[in-house]
């Protein structure tokens, strides 16, 4: 079946823009997670929605930052005001409730000049 | 908490030679592990994982690894690279029972020559 798509998956954007990266999980898995990989931090966490109960947002690492699940499925991270320490691949997980293995998307590599 | 520590960021290797990514980690409760690995341009892509039952797992592309508690590890192990194997490695970590945020180690190269 289908795995787990992002788009775009690479954006260039200036400095100040706003940004809005989409993932669409594995049909029926209800938990989505948002990660970040950048040469200077690896790979971290930024967020974990499972199914209606309320975002573990505790790895963003600012209010610029947001993320948004419609209806179970679709997620949407938005960066605010980006800066060039954003530049970094996104990477969308996701994962059937409960269960411990998490499918990765392609990741959408943002560049801020 | 928990944290990761793949103490190798770059491992070359010949072509049909052995070889061992090593990954250690730190947790106060207990946890699953993992190994992914990412091929250039890539998402990651599950290798093995450890849950619980028999320390010696094996996964995709003839990998395995064995899981050690008391040495907190869990080292990745091909006994015949292929140039195909070329790609970065990543170990992590989650508290057991699902659903929860992985942890990763800040990944090793992994570069077969001729």
């Known amino acids: 079946g289908a795995g787990v798509s992002q788009s775009p998956s690479n954006k260039v954007t200036e400095k100040g823009k706003d940004v809005e990266l989409r993932c669409d999980p594995i049909s029926g898995h209800t938990a989505l997670y948002w990660y970040r990989q950048s040469l200077g931090q690896g790979l971290e966490f930024l967020i974990y929605f499972q199914g209606n109960s309320a975002p573990d947002k505790s790895g963003l690492p600012s209010d610029r930052f947001s993320a948004e699940r419609t209806g179970g499925s679709v997620s949407t991270l938005t960066i605010q005001r980006t800066q060039q320490e954003d530049s970094a691949v996104y990477l969308c997980?996701?994962?059937?409730?409960?269960?411990?293995?998490?499918?990765f998307g392609p990741g959408t590599r943002l560049l801020v000049l | 908490a928990q944290s990761v520590t793949q103490l190798d960021s770059q491992v070359p290797v010949f072509e049909e030679a052995p070889v061992e990514l090593r990954c250690n980690y730190s947790?106060?409760?207990?946890?699953?592990l993992f190994w992914y690995v990412q091929y250039p341009n890539q998402g990651l892509q599950l290798l093995l994982k450890?849950?619980?039952?028999?320390?010696l797992v094996k996964g995709i592309n003839g990998f395995e690894a064995e899981f050690n508690k008391s040495q907190t590890s869990f080292h990745l192990r091909k006994p015949s690279v292929h140039i195909s194997d070329t790609a970065e490695y990543f170990c992590a970590v989650t508290r057991t029972g699902g659903g929860n945020k992985l942890t990763f180690g800040t990944g090793t190269q992994l570069k077969v020559e001729l």
């Open positions: 997980a996701s994962s059937y409730s409960g269960q411990e293995t998490q499918y």
């Open positions: 947790s106060s409760v207990s946890v699953y």
């Open positions: 450890y849950l619980s039952g028999s320390t």
